[in-house]
């Protein structure tokens, strides 16, 4: 006959507040015996606390004494020391859904805060013109005095706003926050900013997933793409993932965080990058607000409708982190390098109408594009994906594809390798398995993705650190493409270059049948 023997430190605990070594009110707490072992059952302390009537004490918190006793080999009771545990049932937020931290009309705390003034001038409480509604109001104005400029930051928001109806301040539960910037003044359609928030506690930062809104109804996310002249609603999602990490500061919870830390204020930044004829912009930042219902803001402003408008052809892509969008034609304006030869143009071809129109010249010449993918799961990815169209009459078009990662000034790029495959899947969601060389036939529109393992090192470019790819230090895409004989001077369009973490997924989110192998 065969059996189990379980030999477990007993626990003991009091919810009264008094000792549980010699205390008449002391619980045995009694686990879960399951067949296949031992299950937690958790000490329900708030209907505990209910049942025999005790209520907080005056700061509203309750308290748990515990200790835990076993036998030793010698059959002695050994006593562990009591702990104390401390705990506060929160209040269910029930105030306004949408708190205006920082209106900036220049009164009280409305105002901008510390910001570099060899950079930027910046002044609260100017009058502008709203690109939503068309209607007057009262923003914080930047100057762009350098065109380096690597952070911006003002200050003053008071979370304090954010208060239940019993006065306790649940900043911690915001579920996003959001604010509107309007850009003037742009010679041409460069990368105007990267977006984020520090919170004012050993400079932590905030990683979290970043919208943009245009008042033309398109949506940026994770990147904030080419944005010209105009009017935005910049949207910072705050959920249970996200993660708050500074240089004195481990990492933890955004909500785990602002619950123990007095958060006085916060730094919202900008990064733009060089901008061209040595124009720089004006900058229009406006209402800061926390919400409780991030759920109710995407209704509002049709997020999640503007999203299902876009197919295979935009950024916004299941099973996907776009790195570059494709809407940038300059250098320095989404792109990083050009090479000779070739003409470069913006494009509306792709149903978000933002792609890159590649004129090809007499010779093999290529494209760089920049990547401004700040997505922290950018390391578990494991291939590239982007997105092309071949125009029909202008025949079957080959391509090399190779990327760089950098990582304090050293540099690894890996090819593509023409011995291995990839995968293509067209407009009408045919999927093929493709051998050798990445050639896209005359008429082809859709999805070109290549497994990272197909990938190889390139030997003596750059420094060798690891022989790998990281993903999350991807610094730049190539993109080669030979112009001559029939192809001079025929037009293609790139978009959408990515990285995915999932072949299975990425395949199964764009492809609706199997069509064949092409050896």
């Known amino acids: 006959m065969l059996g189990w023997v379980f030999s477990f430190a007993k626990i003991y605990y009091t919810l009264d507040g008094t000792g549980p070594l010699t205390s008449d009110t002391k619980i045995l707490y009694k686990p879960i015996f399951m067949a296949c072992g031992l299950y937690d059952s958790p000490i329900r302390i708030t209907k505990a606390w209910d049942d025999l009537g005790i209520a907080p004490d005056a700061d509203g918190n309750y308290t748990v004494k515990a200790y835990a006793v076993a036998e030793n080999s010698a059959g002695e009771d050994v006593y562990s020391a009591v702990q104390t545990f401390i705990y506060s049932q929160e209040p269910v937020y ?288 494991d291939g590239i994906s982007f997105w092309a169209d071949i125009p029909k009459g202008t025949g079957a078009v080959t391509l090399d594809f190779k990327m760089s990662d950098s990582d304090g000034g050293t540099t690894e790029s890996f090819k593509y390798a023409d011995t291995k495959w990839h995968y293509q899947i067209d407009s009408d969601g045919g999927a093929s398995r493709v051998y050798g060389k990445i050639t896209l036939a005359d008429g082809f529109r859709g999805w070109v993705i290549i497994p990272g393992d197909n990938f190889h090192y390139i030997n003596g470019e750059g420094s060798f650190v690891n022989g790998e790819i990281d993903y999350d230090k991807l610094s730049e895409f190539t993109v080669t493409l030979d112009g001559s004989g029939s192809l001079s001077g025929k037009t293609i369009y790139l978009d959408d270059i990515s990285i995915f973490a999932s072949l299975e997924a990425i395949i199964k989110a764009h492809a609706s049948v199997w069509k064949t192998k092409i050896r």
């Open 94 to 381: 029930d105030g306004a859904k949408d708190v205006i931290l920082n209106n900036g009309d220049g009164t009280g705390k409305n105002k901008v805060g510390w910001h570099n003034t060899a950079m930027v001038d910046a002044e609260s409480g100017v009058e502008y013109t709203r690109g939503d509604d068309g209607k007057p109001d009262l923003g914080m104005k930047f100057n762009i005095k350098e065109s380096n400029v690597a952070h911006v930051y003002w200050m003053g928001l008071d979370t304090s706003n954010c208060k239940d109806s019993t006065g306790y301040n649940q900043f911690h539960n915001i579920q996003a926050l959001s604010y509107r910037v309007q850009i003037s003044g742009m010679a041409n359609n460069s990368q105007v900013f990267k977006s984020g928030f520090v919170l004012q506690k050993e400079g932590c930062g905030v990683n979290c997933t970043t919208y943009i809104v245009s008042d033309d109804k398109k949506v940026y996310k994770n990147m904030q793409g080419a944005l010209s002249n105009g009017s935005y609603t910049v949207i910072m999602l705050i959920d249970d993932t996200t993660t708050v990490s500074g240089w004195a500061v481990a990492t933890q919870t955004f909500r785990q965080f602002t619950k123990t830390t007095d958060i006085t204020s916060i730094g919202f930044y900008i990064s733009p990058v060089e901008y061209k004829d040595g124009k720089m912009p004006t900058i229009i930042y406006d209402d800061f607000t926390a919400h409780f219902d991030s759920k109710e803001l995407f209704e509002r402003l049709d997020i999640d409708g503007l999203l299902k408008d876009y197919d295979s052809g935009t950024y916004e892509n299941s099973a996907m982190i776009v790195c570059n969008d494709g809407s940038g034609a300059k250098l320095n304006g989404g792109l990083s390098s050009i090479g000779e030869g070739i003409k470069l143009a913006e494009s509306n071809r792709s149903k978000d109408e933002r792609c890159l129109a590649v004129t090809l010249g007499s010779k093999k010449s290529y494209v760089s594009f920049g990547n401004f993918c700040t997505d922290r799961d950018a390391i578990l990815c």
